[in-house]
């Protein structure tokens, strides 16, 4: 089955304890980008990845780093988590720029 | 940043009403996707619009982009509880990145 996999669903960690966020996808799809969802503002793209290696800023990418070492997987990272990075976050992937987007199921993060 | 306004923030209807949600912005875009979001889960993809004035349907939804590739709506004909959901609009910058609207929150009562 086609699918995005977001791990964990759920997370509760504390201001400043490094965690990761894996996204994993089967589809083999070049384009890859992670989400923040918030009430109100909708989806906004925290940082995208046209492939392997190569990786962008979207237009929330402070305190976020993420990496595209292999096609299928592309993980956020949170160095040092705050209570402003709590949020709803969404992997998607994308078999090129202009083509649908198939969305994880979300991993919502609480920094307390 | 482009931005993409969409309206009604929020609508509570009755099962069997029609209604229309509206997807705005002061951008041109090269094309206009609508997706679904329910409940725990991601946004899915209703359809994708491209050409200024295109209409499409599925089923009892109408999908339509503007003339000037600025703005769409979505038409709901006899709205069922399972239409229920965050209907968001998502504008293609001509390849360069995607913006997603706010959402439109759908509640269809029984």
């Known amino acids: 089955e086609a699918q995005v996999t977001q791990n964990p669903r759920y997370l509760i960690t504390v201001t400043g304890k490094k965690l990761t966020v894996t996204c994993s996808q089967n589809?083999?799809?070049?384009?890859m980008s992670w989400y923040r969802q918030d009430p109100g503002l909708g989806l906004r793209q925290i940082y995208y990845?046209?492939?392997?290696?190569?990786?962008d800023k979207g237009d929330v990418p402070e305190g976020y780093k993420v990496s595209r070492k292999e096609k299928r997987n592309f993980p956020l990272i949170l160095e040092s988590p705050s209570p402003n990075q709590t949020s709803l976050y969404f992997c998607?992937?994308?078999?090129?720029?202009?083509?649908?987007?198939?969305f994880g199921q979300g991993t919502r993060l609480t920094v307390v | 940043t482009q931005l993409l306004e969409q309206s009604p923030q929020f609508l509570s209807i009755q099962e069997g009403e029609n209604l229309t949600v509206y997807c705005n912005s002061s951008?041109?875009?090269?094309?206009l996707q609508w997706y679904r979001q329910e409940p725990g889960e991601g946004p899915v993809l209703l359809v994708t619009v491209v050409t200024g004035g295109e209409v499409k349907k599925l089923k009892r939804l109408t999908f339509q982009f503007g003339d000037a590739r600025k703005d769409s709506s979505l038409h709901i004909t006899a709205a069922q509880p399972g239409d229920t959901g965050l209907y968001l609009c998502a504008g293609d910058n001509y390849g360069q990145n995607f913006v997603f609207g706010p959402g439109t929150r759908l509640s269809v009562l029984p």
């Open positions: 990845s046209m492939n392997v290696e190569v990786t």
């Open positions: 951008s041109v875009f090269s094309s």
């Open positions: 589809m083999n799809h070049e384009y």
């Open positions: 998607a992937s994308r078999l090129n720029r202009n083509t649908e987007a198939f």
